[in-house]
């Protein structure tokens, strides 16, 4: 039946927003800085894994083996992007007004984007999946095998986050500090550090969805606005710093998306979300999970 | 950013108490000084300029100064940074061009017909987002520009993506003075508010809201004032910009680049003040375009650039650095920090 | 120090300027305020004491609008307000003075004390009218009264704590409000602002009426300037009286007194 396909795809790609929106909760929930220029790692890890295959193969097409290869790379440059943002300067705004922590990340998203407009200009591109054809078929529905690749792939990455924050040193200590900055650094935590750390691997995670979201759709310089602000729909959703309420509102979103594109059409899913960002923002919930952010 | 003045060489040269006095002859004089602007920014298409590139830069130089001017009302002064101005400006720009060329109402009508329909979505939009505070409040009026840019991408009459050209319009001149009118007028309005207990509670607002609903004042009421003078004169520019554009669609006129770079002028020059959006404007503007020509394509790059140097290095702008130089000798003058914090509770003056 | 004229206290109200009747408040399982009653009558100065928890501040919310009660009623000069939003009981002629001390640190001292004065209120021509000379002659008059005349222009975001705090005293000064609620006054200044500062109150009481109600733990402060004392423990009330009463009242004794 037609919904079920539709809540069918609306999961699948659910689970990718829900992977962006988990770094971005988490650096909220952290550092306590909204990022807007998050959208912007999901966008370079996409051009990373482009860049990566073309450079293997010569085209931007691979077997899926040759793509989930570039994974764990791709996930390691993020990584040292975001450190070195927080690092340099992102920092530098901690604890001064809100507007401008707000200002810092959009500025740095603009200059992101128009450098990779220069770099790569603005045509869109994607990866070619060897495997893709022909999609899945069960019960009924149409599963495109890229996409299930990407739902696994966006799984594991969250689920890998929260394993790591639950069950390894730095996981504690970036628990540490997001509950109490002060007391973490008079137990010995490094404070600017942990922080860095967290922008890190938020942008890891992100930058690995940009990659699989890479093989289903496509990518340009200026994708990632709308990855942000859907991120803070599901975050404000799912509450702060909470990564099941960010994996719930991802796949919520992605849900709600699919059935919009289905039901009525695919021109209205954006005004949808942003639709649905200012509707959450007014009834204001304390999030499914999580605590809402103090204002 | 320092706020002590550790720069004894700078003392020296340039006093804090001159600047103090600069400040000070400004505002006993500011009225005159709007006027000798005006009259300035009047003359040049009389000595000839009517047409070009330069009368176009420098009306969007008054544009632009409006635009952040606007932006200033309540973002620095009420102390809600909105990141979604353009939904007005879009707004406005669309409905004239509507009326311009679908309805064939002339030019004057259609603009106070896009005053109108601005105002109108001020208010419901305003009643939404003045409710939030802080983060909350400037990513929902992103979302609303945004989503206000969908529906009109979505709309035939709004001509879709393709959005709508426009024939058959005045003369550049004409946009240099109406945007320098506009302007003018804007400033006016302001400088004059703030002297007024309007402006003061405002900026009350902006300091400590609990406080000020402590002291009586219906908060929500005044910032819905700031937010729809805001959208008034924000709606005014984008509605003669599309004509002087001869083009709009939903990305020039909500353009969410533009919005950062007119809160990125604001920073600049200062915000909360008269002068600092204005000369933000005036000079990032410049800058801009210079940059525009000279290495296409990274204007954006520079601006970029420049929002993140301004937040870390330089966050009160031009007007605000100075102004606190001239003011912390104001202070020292009077007895200063040391003083009241020893035992005596009086601040001891020569007075 | 020169008084503007009242507005409109009619002459003799029997209404007690405030009255709490069984002010209840609860957040979540915790009851905060437990059906607590005081008055608070023109020209007094009450305190209002007890443990650290016992509800004071509370109560005070509740009576400023900031919180609602679930339970009871609040009345001012006889008007029920107990539904009134915030600003609507400020303008009803409430002023409160905070434990944080709260002014506005980006306006210069003389544009915190033109906001303080309520005339030229809400409508449109006072609004967009420059303060006048009386009311600037004003902030100046009560600027020098606390010995702050020379900061006037100074941005009040840059004085000392104990500063802000007179400035915030003195905002109230301009207000003139028919209760002033005063939450910790003598916190974090040093003896001798303290002095000064009972001084001022003293003073506005004698010369102007003010009346005041006050939370405060310096026992000797509360002693020396309240004519009446409420006492709060665990959301209730304990104990009323003069401070002579209150300091021989065993109840409160063992509650409160007792452990200092």
């Keep these: 039946m037609a919904i079920t396909q539709f809540v069918v795809n609306g999961l699948l790609v659910g689970a990718l927003f829900a992977a962006v929106a988990v770094g971005f909760a988490l650096i909220w929930g952290v550092v306590d800085i909204i990022n807007l220029a998050h959208g912007e790692m999901v966008m370079l890890g996409g051009y990373t894994a482009y860049w990566l295959l073309s450079i293997a193969t010569g085209t931007a097409e691979g077997s899926v083996l040759l793509f989930l290869a570039t994974i764990p790379v791709v996930v390691a440059v993020l990584f040292v992007v975001g450190y070195a943002l927080q690092r340099t300067l992102v920092s530098r705004v901690i604890g001064t007004d809100i507007f401008l922590t707000l200002l810092v990340t959009f500025g740095i998203s603009i200059a992101i984007q128009q450098l990779a407009i220069q770099a790569w200009t603005a045509n869109p591109r994607s990866i070619q999946v060897a495997f893709a054809d022909p999609s899945l078929t069960a019960a009924g529905l149409v599963i495109p095998k890229m996409k299930l690749v990407a739902f696994v792939g966006a799984i594991i990455l969250t689920a890998i986050l929260y394993l790591f924050l639950q069950r390894t040193r730095t996981g504690r200590a970036i628990r540490a500090v997001s509950q109490n900055p002060e007391a973490a650094a008079l137990v010995g935590i490094d404070v600017a550090h942990t922080r860095a750390i967290t922008f890190g691997i938020s942008s890891a995670v992100a930058g690995g969805a940009g990659a699989f979201i890479a093989t289903i759709l496509n990518i340009e310089p200026q994708m990632g606005l709308i990855y942000t602000l859907k991120s803070f729909v599901i975050v404000v959703f799912g509450g702060v710093g909470s990564i099941p309420g960010a994996l719930t509102g991802g796949l919520l979103l992605g849900t709600v998306e699919e059935l919009t594109a289905g039901l009525v059409s695919s021109r209205w899913t954006l005004a949808v979300s942003f639709t649905l960002l200012i509707v959450l923002l007014v009834v204001k919930p304390k999030g499914l999970f999580g605590t809402e952010a103090n204002e | 950013m320092s706020t002590e003045s550790d720069d004894g060489l700078l003392r020296s040269v340039v006093p804090p108490a001159w600047v103090d006095q600069l400040f000070a002859r400004c505002q006993t004089h500011g009225w005159t000084l709007i006027l000798i602007s005006a009259v300035v920014g009047a003359l040049p298409p009389v000595f000839g300029l009517r047409e070009g590139y330069v009368m176009t830069v420098l009306s969007e130089m008054f544009l632009f100064a409006i635009l952040a001017l606007s932006w200033d009302i309540v973002g620095g002064q009420t102390g809600y940074p909105s990141f979604g101005n353009m939904a007005f400006f879009g707004i406005g720009a669309y409905t ?40 909350y409040f400037a990513i929902a009026t992103l979302g609303i520009l945004l989503a206000v840019q969908q529906v009109t991408r979505n709309l035939a009459i709004a001509g879709g993506a393709s959005g709508k050209i426009l024939f058959d319009v005045p003369p550049g001149v004409v946009f240099y003075y109406f945007f320098l009118v506009v302007l003018v007028v804007e400033i006016a309005v302001i400088y004059y508010l703030t002297q007024t207990r309007f402006g003061f509670i405002l900026n009350a607002i902006r300091d400590d809201e609990g406080k000020a609903t402590a002291m009586g004042f219906n908060t929500t009421y005044y910032k819905t004032a700031a937010w729809m003078l805001a959208a008034l004169f924000t709606g005014l520019a984008g509605s003669a910009y599309g004509l002087f554009n001869t083009f709009i669609d939903p990305q020039t006129a909500y353009n969410g680049a533009w919005n950062v770079e007119l809160i990125a002028m604001a920073l600049m020059g200062g915000t909360g003040t008269v002068a600092g959006p204005v000369i933000g404007a005036f000079g990032l503007h410049t800058v801009i375009e210079y940059v525009e020509t000279a290495f296409v394509g990274w204007q954006l790059v520079l601006l970029g650039a420049a929002v993140i140097v301004t937040v870390i290095g330089f966050p009160k702008g031009v007007v605000g650095t100075i102004r606190e130089y001239a003011n912390e000798m104001d202070y020292y003058e009077r007895g200063g920090m040391a003083a009241a914090d020893s035992e005596e509770p009086e601040v001891t003056t020569d007075e | 120090m020169s008084k503007s004229t009242d507005s409109d206290r009619s002459p003799a109200t029997t209404d007690p300027v405030l009255r709490t009747e069984g002010i209840t408040k609860r957040f979540g399982g915790l009851t905060a305020v437990d059906s607590v009653d005081v008055e608070v009558h023109d020209g007094e100065i009450v305190g209002l004491i007890g443990p650290n928890g016992a509800g004071k501040s509370t109560l005070f919310n509740c009576i400023t609008g900031t919180l609602t009660a679930d339970e009871g009623r609040v009345r001012l000069q006889g008007d029920d307000v107990t539904d009134w939003p915030e600003h609507k009981i400020a303008r009803a002629g409430l002023g409160r003075m905070f434990q944080e001390t709260r002014i506005f640190g980006g306006m ?18 006072g609004l967009l009218r420059r303060p006048d000379d009386s009311l600037v002659g004003r902030t100046n008059e009560l600027l020098s009264y606390v010995d702050l005349d020379g900061l006037a222009d100074t941005q009040a975001g840059r004085l000392s704590f104990g500063q802000q705090k007179l400035i915030e005293f003195v905002m109230e000064l301009m207000a003139e409000p028919d209760l002033l609620l005063m939450d910790e006054p003598a916190g974090g200044i040093n003896p001798s602002m303290l002095e000064n500062l009972i001084e001022y109150i003293r003073t506005a009481n004698d010369e102007e009426e003010a009346t005041i109600f006050l939370i405060e733990h310096n026992m000797d402060f509360v002693m020396e300037i309240a004519d009446r004392i409420y006492v709060l423990a665990h959301g209730e009330r304990i104990g009323e009286g003069t401070p002579e009463e209150i300091q021989n009242d065993q109840r409160v004794i063992d509650a409160y007194l007792g452990r200092e």
């Design chain 2, 96 to 135: 004239t061009a509507i009326l311009v060329k679908d309805a064939a109402i002339a030019f004057p009508i259609a603009i106070l017909g896009a005053a109108i329909a601005v105002l109108i979505f001020a208010a419901i939009n305003g009643l939404i987002v003045l409710r939030l505070r802080g983060h």
């Design chain 3, 108 to 125: 210069s001292v003389r544009k915190n004390l033109l906001l303080a004065a309520q005339e030229g209120g809400a409508d449109i021509g």
